[in-house]
């Protein structure tokens, strides 16, 4: 039982690159999120799932897509990277309201 | 709107201090409530939850109670250790899945 793994670990891309950070998770959750973290910022939302095929934006969309074709995973997209995205990402899995979310182990990006 | 609001840090204690992190929010609805840790270099990991009025969650000699009339969920520790220092963020689901996050207490126990 994996929980919830993250690819990769760390990344540096050059501005204007396009990426996508993985998120898979095995344990049939159903709902799936993407936040970043910065110094001083806390934890924000990017985007969230409530299920396959549904995905809604959160706090901080712009600049980021996801898709969620299936229950297992929740790719997030960076289409042209800016060194504001430079960040640590986590993506976390939830089973139902009363449970919680899982968190993956994160994703360090630096843009340069 | 949905939000959390946790008092600021650095907190810095000794160890075996009695420990208290305050945590407030604000929800429509009848929000689920967390604690995470985050041990430096790590990710987030749940610590405790409750999910009603009156609820205790517990776990690893912390405890939060869920109180209603206050808005309230705080964090309390009857004897830190060292190996509590970490950063501490209260949080709250709501209808929908979304997790909001309060901006997180920096903990630091010095032996």
């Known amino acids: 039982n994996a929980g919830v793994t993250q690819t990769p670990k760390f990344q540096v891309l050059k501005t204007g690159q396009s990426m996508t950070l993985q998120c898979a998770q095995d344990?049939?959750?159903?709902?799936m999120s993407w936040y970043r973290q910065d110094p001083g910022m806390g934890l924000r939302l990017i985007h969230y799932?409530?299920?396959?095929?549904?995905?809604d934006q959160g706090e901080v969309p712009n600049g980021y897509n996801v898709s969620r074709s299936t229950t297992e995973d929740f790719p997030l997209r960076l289409l042209s990277a800016a060194p504001s995205q430079t960040s640590v990402y986590f993506c976390?899995?939830?089973?139902?309201?009363?449970?919680?979310?899982?968190f993956g182990s994160g994703t360090r990006l630096t843009v340069v | 709107g949905n939000s959390v609001t946790q008092m600021e840090g650095p907190v810095t204690l000794s160890e075996e201090a009695f420990l208290t992190i305050n945590c407030t929010y604000t929800?429509?609805?009848?929000?689920?409530l967390f604690w995470y840790v985050q041990y430096p270099g790590e990710g987030l990991q749940l610590l405790l939850k409750?999910?009603?009025?009156?609820d205790k969650g517990s776990n690893k000699g912390f405890e939060a109670t869920y109180r209603k009339e206050t808005t309230s969920f705080h964090l309390e520790k009857g004897s830190v250790q060292v190996s509590d220092s970490a950063v501490y963020f209260c949080?709250?689901?709501?209808?929908?899945?979304?997790?909001?996050f309060g901006q997180g207490t920096e903990l630091s126990v010095k032996p």
């Open positions: 799932s409530v299920g396959a095929g549904i995905t």
């Open positions: 949080a709250l689901i709501v209808q929908g899945g979304k997790l909001i």
């Open positions: 929800a429509t609805g009848y929000p689920s």
């Open positions: 976390a899995s939830m089973g139902g309201l009363l449970g919680g979310y899982t």
């Open positions: 409750a999910t009603k009025a009156d």
């Open positions: 344990m049939n959750h159903e709902y």
